[in-house]
C-alpha cells in the first residue's frame, strides 16, 4: 500500500515520538522522527514535510519558536501541537503562533486521527507564490526563491519549456543562478526522472572537452587505452547543461553543431554514429554576439543554441527577492553552523537590501554564510563586512556635484549612526562644527 503524506514528528521525549510514529504508521502515512529543533531543521531543509507535529516544551529551541519559523519559511504546511497544559491561555498562544489544531496528553489514537485530518484538511489549495517555491521539492524548484516581476518572468519560461526538448540558452551574470534555471527546467517537467547532466566548458582543458563531450574510442590518441562514452551519452533521454558555453574552442563547436542538427553523436576514433535523444539547454555570462564579430563563436551554432532564450535577471534588478533569498540562506547556514535559528535585524537587511551586488545571489550568500558564523543569535550591522555598510551606488545616469555627493553620503552615515552627530564625525574623521557646516 503506497504511503500517504509525509509527517515530520518532533519530541524529546522518545517514547511519545515511538506512540506517535506507532499511530500514524498504521493509518499509512510516513514518518520522520526528531528529538530536538535542530533536527527537525535537518530534516525540513531536503525533505517535503505535508504536516508537523511538534511538542513544544524541549531543550534549547522550544516548539513555539520552529511553529513559528515553519509559519514563515513553509506557510503552507499545517502545524499540530502536541502539549501537556490544557489552558485556554496557552491554547490560545499556541494558536497565535499560526498552529493548526493542538492535542492534550495523553490522547487516544482516533483523537489523534481526527487532529491529523483536520490539520491536513486545512491546507490552503493555492499555494503561496512567494514563498511556496521554497519548498517546491517536488518539481524541481527547490532552491528557486523570488515574488518579483524579473523572476516571475523567469519561472513563466520555464513553465512553458520544461516538457519539450527545445534548445535553450540561457543568459546572465556570473552569480545569477543560471545552472538553477537549468536544473528547474528539467527536474519540474516529465523528463525529471532521465539523467541530467552539467558540464562547465571552462573548467575542461581545451584538449580534453571534444573527448569529454563526445567520448573516444580504445587508441584514439594517446592515453585512450578504452572506449568511454561522453557526456552526451550519459545524459542521453535526459538533458545535458553546457555552462560558459561561450568559452568552448571552435573544433568542439563545430561538432555540437552536428549533434543538435543530426540528434546524433560520433565517438572520436569512430565512423559508427550513435543516436540520441537529448534536450541541451547552454549558458553563458558573456555577450556571445561580440564574440561573433571576433569570429570566435559560430553564428549558426548561436541560432541553434538560442531557440529558446532565457534572461536571468542580476540581483540588483529584484531586490524585492532579498528579503526571501536571506531567510533561504539563514535558514540553511543556521541548520549547518548554530544550534538555534538565526534571525536578522531589519537595519542589517535594510543594508543588504541597499547594496547592488555586483556578484548576485553568490556573493549575498557568502555574505550570509560568513554572518551566520561570525553571529550569535541575531545578523546586526556589526556581522557585515564594512565595504556594504558604507558602499555608495554611482547614480547610472547623470553627474552630481561633489557638495551634493558629499552631503548624500553623511546623511547616509547619519542614518547608519542613527543621527548620533558625534559619532558620525567620526566616521567621517572631521569634527563636529566641520559636520555641521557641511549639512547647511
Known amino acids: 500500500m503506497l504511503k500517504k503524506e509525509n509527517i515530520l514528528l518532533v519530541d524529546d521525549d522518545i517514547h511519545i515520538l515511538e506512540l506517535l510514529q506507532r499511530h500514524l504508521e498504521s493509518m499509512d502515512f510516513h514518518t520522520f522522527k526528531a528529538v530536538s529543533v535542530k533536527e527537525a531543521l ?78 491536513l484538511a486545512s491546507v490552503k489549495p493555492k499555494k503561496d507564490k512567494a514563498v511556496g517555491q521554497l519548498n517546491k521539492s517536488s518539481n524541481g524548484y527547490t532552491d528557486m526563491i523570488g515574488q518579483s516581476e524579473a523572476f516571475q ?87 545535458i547543461f553546457l555552462d560558459e558555453i561561450g568559452d568552448a574552442p571552435l573544433p568542439v563547436q563545430t561538432r555540437l553543431l552536428r549533434v543538435l542538427q543530426e540528434k546524433e553523436v560520433t565517438k572520436i576514433g569512430s ?36 531557440v529558446v ?3 536571468v535577471p542580476p540581483l540588483r534588478d529584484r531586490k524585492d527577492d532579498i528579503p526571501l533569498l536571506v531567510n533561504r540562506f539563514l535558514f540553511k547556514y543556521g541548520v549547518e553552523y548554530k544550534d538555534h535559528i538565526v534571525q536578522i535585524d531589519p537595519q542589517a537587511l535594510e543594508v543588504l537590501q541597499r547594496y547592488s551586488w555586483p556578484g548576485n545571489i553568490r556573493e549575498l550568500e557568502n555574505v550570509v554564510q560568513r554572518a551566520v558564523i561570525m553571529c550569535d543569535r541575531k545578523i546586526t550591522l556589526n556581522e557585515l563586512p564594512e565595504e556594504l555598510k558604507y558602499k555608495i551606488n554611482f547614480p547610472k545616469k547623470g553627474y552630481q556635484s561633489l557638495k551634493d555627493f558629499e552631503r548624500e553620503y553623511i546623511q547616509k552615515v547619519l542614518v547608519h549612526t542613527k543621527g548620533n552627530k558625534t559619532k558620525a564625525a567620526e ?10 557646516e557641511k549639512l547647511k
Open 42 to 119: 535537518y530534516i525540513l531543509k531536503d525533505t517535503p514535510v505535508d504536516l508537523l507535529i511538534t511538542d513544544v516544551n524541549m531543550p534549547e529551541i522550544n516548539g513555539i519558536e520552529l511553529v513559528k519559523y515553519t509559519a514563515e519559511h513553509f506557510p503552507n504546511m499545517p502545524k499540530l501541537v502536541v502539549t501537556g497544559f490544557p489552558s485556554a491561555e496557552d491554547a490560545f498562544s499556541v494558536f497565535k503562533s499560526g498552529v493548526t489544531d493542538y492535542l492534550t496528553k495523553p490522547f487516544t489514537k482516533k483523537e489523534l486521527a481526527e487532529a491529523v485530518k483536520k490539520s
Open 309 to 311: 532564450s532565457v534572461k
Open 153 to 239: 518572468k523567469v519561472t513563466e519560461i520555464i513553465d512553458r519549456v520544461k516538457d519539450n526538448r527545445a534548445t535553450i540558452l540561457v543568459r546572465g551574470e556570473s552569480g545569477t543562478g543560471k545552472e538553477l534555471v537549468a536544473r528547474a527546467i528539467h527536474y519540474s517537467g516529465k523528463f525529471a526522472r532521465s539523467p541530467f547532466v552539467a558540464v562547465n566548458c571552462a573548467a575542461i582543458p581545451e584538449n580534453l572537452l571534444e573527448a569529454e563531450l563526445f567520448g573516444y574510442t580504445k587508441g584514439a590518441f594517446t592515453g585512450a587505452n578504452e572506449t568511454r562514452n561522453g557526456f552526451f551519452q550519459a545524459a542521453n533521454n535526459g538533458t
Open 271 to 306: 565512423q559508427k554514429a550513435e543516436k540520441l535523444e537529448v534536450r541541451v539547454i547552454a549558458a553563458t555570462n558573456i555577450d556571445l554576439e561580440e564574440l561573433i564579430e571576433k569570429k570566435m563563436f559560430r553564428e549558426d551554432l548561436y541560432y541553434r543554441l538560442s
Open 427 to 436: 566616521i567621517l574623521q572631521i569634527d563636529r562644527k566641520t559636520l555641521r
